[in-house]
């Protein structure tokens, strides 16, 4: 693995944080009282803080993993949500404890669950809904990339919400493979899920912020349909779909979903990465914008038309004077 020569970390990887690491058992300061969520080498438990009564979300992450110490991965974790304090789409990091086996990072707790069960459910999400979550995703997603920072792990998984009905606003979660560009050159690693991950992981070639903006389609893909882009019946055949763009647009899967909802969506599955638009070019894209005002807007001083200026794959951002 390559290192970063000031660091010694491996490429990306941050090493610095501010929020003290308590070794006091937590219990003197919470109530556990569940499970939440559970991946490869995370446990996620709700919790009360006894004092003040308020729910939070503890993440138990295992130090050694494969018998490997994992330390620094940690401590990664928390600098990122560090870097994303003042996000307001990023779940907020509240306290860290340290036991035996595990780091426990106390997190604002998202009560709403993850969007993942609204791209399964029998009934999906109205239209002008999905649109004002990919919106706060997107936010959310340009807020991060503005700190150089890649999430590299989205998926509907990892995008949770603050209430669940009506549904809440948007919590990113889950930077544990986050990472940081243009210390060290370039990163290239095999990382995420393949079903949700773009080509050029897969290729192992240059990660850079677009590879977020892939898995953003994919998300909005999950949401209008309730399907899985690319997923096969094994991962052979997900790593050949996703590296061959195989997306299937026909009428029966987006037949309650509008045009400009597929133009958004195969604007971010793109083979190359240079030619997808960033989160902020996304969030000019008509689909956002138009369908916003129709459903979501009741000042009729945001009802004007969207103005599309020719330039390739990029949009127009909307005007800013109503009378302009
Ligand atoms: P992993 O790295 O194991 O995937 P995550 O951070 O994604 O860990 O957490 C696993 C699951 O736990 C999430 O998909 C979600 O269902 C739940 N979860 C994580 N963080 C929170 C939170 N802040 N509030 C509520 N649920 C959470
Ligand atoms: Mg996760």
Redesign the pocket.
Known sequence: RRLDSRSGLPAGLLGEIQTPISTEPMENVYEITGE?????????K?CVEKISGKV??A?F?RKRRRGRDCRAEVIHEMAVLEMARNNARV?NLHAAYETDHDIVLV?????G??I?DHCVSEELLPEAQIIRLIRQTLEGVHHLHQSNLVHL?LKP??I?LTSLSPPGDI?I????LARKLGAVGELREILGTPEYVAPEILNYEPITTATDLWSVGVIAYMLVTGESPFAGDDKQETYLNVSQVNVDYSREAFSRVSELAVDFIRKLLIKAPEDRPSAAECMSHPWLWQQQQICLSPDPTATRPFRERSCGTKWAAPPEDPED
Do not use: M, P, T
């Open positions: 939440l969520g559970r991946g490869k080498f995370a446990v996620v709700r939070f979300a993440k992450l779940v997190l604002e707790y998202a009560a669950g993850e993942f792990d998984q990892n949770l919590k979660v889950d930077f544990g």
